[in-house]
């Protein structure tokens, strides 16, 4: 699944809002809600992000309107026609743990887990260096939005990445997403080479410093819920997988043994010895039987690879 993460700010900087302003007076520009609704598509989730702040780096403690200006912004985007299917927020404060950022930013690795997202397929609307480094970190397109803003004062004089592009406002990278989504057709995947998530164990090892995210929308929600179907009955067909390779494991071991005590106590007819390939040498016989067994083995690990595959289909039920 594809996804467009815009930062809060990106979108209050395109209406020319200070975001260090009072959320009540935030009103957004008719071409900021077009733009956001041009971003969500039926193949697109959309999502606002950001710290639980009210300004650059002016963070809060627990702001009591906080919750209220990231609903302020969904009403007027759904008044416009447009779509929000989350809200992904730093809620971290001074002196707590934060892995929303840095080498492994929960930021982009939450919510992929949460709904199945192919981070070198998404795009990033970045606002400041740190979005840019978070991007890079896990192979997803950032584009830096600037509003009224120049470069330098954004990235400095000496910009760790550059090969990025910038847009002056949401309306610019809109239309730049529509091309770099026409050059993906065209390659048949995406430019941005995929980068391996973390192990989930590193990932989960302090969820208390992942971002919180918060689903909006009907899309998000069934997406998610299909997810977690597929994840249990996945879980189950493992299960299933493994109790039969230990029943055929002993059902074999048994037959053997039998077998073993027959060839000993009991006298066979003749044509047992042409149907337990007796004319054929013990170590040619029982290669021939590990073959047999390693072909059956391939067939069943294949067809479980498919059916986990078509589990884990968006559109799968």
Request: glycine letters at 8%; one cysteine or more.
């Amino acid at each position: 699944m594809k996804a467009v993460l815009v930062h809060r700010n990106a979108v209050l900087r395109d209406s020319h809002i200070e975001p260090t302003s009072s959320p009540e007076s935030w009103r957004l520009m008719p071409a900021t809600v077009e733009a956001m609704r041009l971003l969500a598509t039926e193949e697109r989730l959309l999502f606002l992000y950001g710290p639980r702040t009210l300004g650059d780096g002016a963070r809060v403690s627990d702001p009591p309107d906080d919750h209220e200006s990231w609903q302020s912004l969904l009403q007027q985007i759904e008044a416009g026609g447009g779509r929000i299917d989350g809200f992904i927020i730093c809620h971290h404060g001074e002196g707590q743990t934060c892995r929303c950022w840095g080498e492994v930013p929960g930021i982009f690795y939450g919510p992929a887990a949460q709904f199945g997202l192919e981070l070198e397929a998404c795009y990033l609307l970045a606002d400041d260096a740190r979005d840019i480094a978070a991007a890079y970190a896990v192979g997803t397109r950032p584009i830096l939005i600037l509003g009224e803003r120049t470069l330098s004062q954004v990235l400095g004089d000496r910009p760790v990445h550059k090969d990025f592009p910038v847009a002056t406002d949401l309306t610019m990278a809109v239309e730049y997403i529509q091309v770099e989504e026409e050059i993906n057709t065209q390659l048949g995947h995406p430019r941005n080479v995929p980068i391996p998530p973390p192990p989930a164990e590193q990932l989960l090892a302090h969820p208390e410093a992942l971002p919180r995210v918060e689903v909006t929308s009907r899309l998000a929600h069934g997406l998610e819920a299909r997810l977690i179907r597929a994840r249990a009955q996945m879980s189950d067909l493992v299960r299933w997988l493994s109790f039969f390779v230990f029943g055929a494991m002993g059902l074999s071991l048994g037959i053997a043994y039998l077998l073993t005590h027959l060839y000993r106590v009991q006298p066979f007819p003749e044509f047992a010895y042409y149907v337990t390939l007796q004319f054929i040498p013990r170590p040619v016989r029982g290669t021939l039987f590990i073959i047999f067994g390693i072909g059956i083995i391939l067939l069943v690990v294949r067809s479980f690879y498919r059916s986990t595959r078509l589990l884990h289909k968006p559109g799968a039920e």
